[in-house]
C-alpha cells in the first residue's frame, strides 16, 4: 500500500472514533472502571491525537542518503518489520491500543494484538467477568494496604473499603514508609500514597535510583537547579517537573531497566516498526 493510503486511512479510522466517541467512551467506562468524564475527554481525545498524528507521519519516515567518500552512492530505507505482535495492558486500553497500532500500521506493518484479559473491548457480553476482575484487583490492593501495616508503615488515613457495593477504595496515606517496603517499591495502581522522607538530594536520587523500574518520575520545586540536576540524574524514560502525568503524541514515552525497551509515541516510536538498511552503489566513471 502506498505510504499516502496508509496515512489516509489511519485519519479515516480516527474520524469514525470521533463520530462514535460518545459509545467507545461509555464502553471504555463500562469495560475497565474509569470515570466516562475522563474517558469522553481525556482517552478519547488522546486516542483521536495519536492516530492522527501517526497519520501524518506514514509518507514522511523516510530514508536519507548519505555523502560517503569515494565513488559511491549510500542511502538508508526505513522497511516495516512485517507481522507484529503486540501485547497491551487495561489501564488505558484504548490509549494503548492507538500507542501500538499508529506506529506499525503508519509504517506498512501487520499487527496481532493480545489485548489485557481484563478489557479486551470485544462485547458487552463480557460485563459480568470484567466485575468479577475488579473484584481481583480490589482485593489485590487490599492486600497491599494490608502488607504496609504488616511492614511497619504508619497508616495515616484511609486503609478500607469505600462503600458497602461496588469496589471502591479510601484514599489511603502511609507515613514512616521504609525503601525496602513492598508498598513502596511495587506499583499499586489504587489511591495510596507513601510518604518517604529524605535530608539531601543526593540521597534522594541514589534511593530513587535503587529500584528495578524506571518508567516515570516527578519533581515538584521552585529551585530551577534542582530541577535540572534532578531530572537529569533520576534513571527514568520521563521526568516531569512540576506537574504529572502529562502526555503529548509527539513526545516520547518508555521506561529505563525493567520498565520496558524502546519508546512509544512521537518520532522515536515509528523506530521499533522498521528495520534501517544501508544502500551503497558504486558509481561507474565516465569514459574520458
Same mark, same amino acid.
Given at each position: 500500500?502506498?505510504?499516502?493510503? *496508509? ?6 479510522? #480516527? ?5 462514535? *466517541? ?32 501517526? #497519520? ?7 530514508? %536519507? +542518503? ?40 503508519? +509504517? ?45 508503615? %504508619? ?9 458497602? *457495593? ?18 513502596? %517499591? ?20 541514589? *534511593? ?7 518508567? #516515570? ?72
Amino acid at each position: 500500500m502506498d505510504a499516502s493510503e *496508509r496515512g489516509r486511512l489511519l485519519n479515516r479510522l #480516527a474520524d469514525l472514533i470521533e463520530r462514535d *466517541r460518545t459509545y467507545l467512551a461509555a464502553l471504555e467506562t463500562l469495560d475497565n472502571g474509569k470515570p466516562y468524564v475522563i474517558s469522553y475527554l481525556v482517552d478519547l481525545d488522546m486516542v483521536i491525537k495519536c492516530l492522527r498524528y501517526y #497519520a501524518g507521519w506514514a509518507d514522511k519516515y523516510h530514508g %536519507k +542518503t548519505i555523502p560517503i567518500d569515494g565513488d559511491f552512492f549510500s542511502y538508508t530505507r526505513h522497511e516495516p518489520v512485517g507481522v507484529c505482535g503486540q501485547i497491551i495492558p487495561w489501564n488505558f486500553p484504548l490509549l494503548m491500543q492507538a500507542w501500538k497500532l499508529g506506529p506499525a500500521l503508519a +509504517t506498512g506493518n501487520v499487527v496481532v494484538m493480545k489485548v489485557a484479559e481484563q478489557t479486551p473491548l470485544t462485547a458487552l457480553y463480557v460485563a459480568n467477568l470484567i466485575k468479577e476482575v475488579d473484584e481481583t484487583q480490589f482485593k489485590k490492593i487490599l492486600g497491599y494496604i494490608q502488607s504496609g501495616k504488616q511492614e511497619g508503615a %504508619k497508616l495515616l488515613c484511609g486503609g478500607g473499603a469505600a462503600a458497602d *457495593r461496588g469496589y471502591f477504595i479510601q484514599p489511603t496515606v502511609f507515613g514512616d514508609v521504609q525503601d525496602g517496603m513492598t508498598i513502596a %517499591k511495587e506499583e499499586i495502581f489504587g489511591p495510596v500514597m507513601q510518604v518517604l522522607k529524605f535530608k539531601t538530594i543526593e540521597e534522594v536520587v541514589g *534511593r530513587a535510583n535503587n529500584s528495578t523500574y524506571g518508567l #516515570a518520575a516527578a519533581v515538584f520545586t521552585k529551585d530551577l537547579d534542582k530541577a535540572n540536576y534532578l531530572s537529569q540524574a533520576l534513571q527514568a524514560g520521563t521526568v516531569w517537573v512540576n506537574c504529572y502525568d502529562v502526555f503529548g503524541a509527539q513526545a516520547p514515552f518508555g521506561g529505563y531497566k525493567m520498565s520496558g525497551s524502546g519508546r512509544e509515541l512521537g518520532e522515536y516510536g515509528l523506530q521499533a516498526y522498521t528495520e534501517v538498511k544501508t544502500v551503497t552503489v558504486r558509481v561507474p566513471q565516465k569514459n574520458s
